[in-house]
């Protein structure tokens, strides 16, 4: 692809490299596929490409997402919610917005492999050194990181070390200037359940914004599955997990939660609640997916 979506011509750039290079490949199938995007950049291959129907999995809201262009991705969604022939939305809040515009959408959370991460088989060399409690995020770190609640924690920690493991894409540079932060940098997937068991409290410290609140995030039943106490910003997507962690909406709130469950650990009546996580398996929601899909078959 041609990395820029803005002016017309790289549209039409980009229409024409990747119409000339799924052509060919769906030309060989033996029938029409189903076409499935999770981003709207295929706008201009709706209608262009020979494909049977197309599918809208909604997952973000990208025309609020840090660094991309904000009215090009909202008019190429336009078009994705006008066009697609069947749309499955992972929150709630993405469902209201897909409404708004008239269409309706199938709701599909995103899922977890619990087992994955209660029996972790790696260890991160790196956090030897760290002084403990260890109090990690992992995930993107980016403009959506709250730079007051985390100030607001590294500051008033007496002891213990914060985390953040992850690609960095343009955040607040005051991160980089706070005490007791450590970052990893990128880590492979398979070791995130052993930062988990080195960890005393998972945090999400997330600004309460637009793109955030459209965020159905992965890591939200991660986290819950790991065993660890979690904190998180009171945002629409972890309100229906209240009753197994802590919502919290101010940097003071943010701070005084998390040196509670320093102090707790995870609450009896959190680590009940998560055992709705049993019925939120990966596989349970592929079988879903696969159900919506061939239902558009027969349209």
Known sequence: MWPWLTRKIDRRLNRSLLVRQLGSVIGAMHEPPIAITTL???ADLMGRLPVAKWVYYCV????????????TMSKMEETVVARADLIIAASENLQARIKSVGRDSHLLTHGVDVDFWITPNQTVGSLDELERPLIVFWGVIDRRMDTAFVQNLAEQLT????????PEQEPDSALARLPRIHKT??????VLPALAREASVLIMPYVDEPVTRAMQPLKLKEYLATGKPVVVRDLPANRDWADALDLVSTPEQFVRAVKR???????PEHRQARGRLAHESWQSKAQRFEELIRSVETR
């Open 40 to 42: 709207p950049v295929v």
């Open 60 to 71: 973000d809201d990208f025309g609020e997402w840090p660094g991309l262009d904000r009215e």
């Open 159 to 166: 002891h213990g070390t914060i985390v953040l493991a992850g």
């Open 185 to 190: 940098g990128s880590l492979p997937f398979a």
């Open 261 to 267: 469950r320093l102090e707790t650990g995870l609450p």
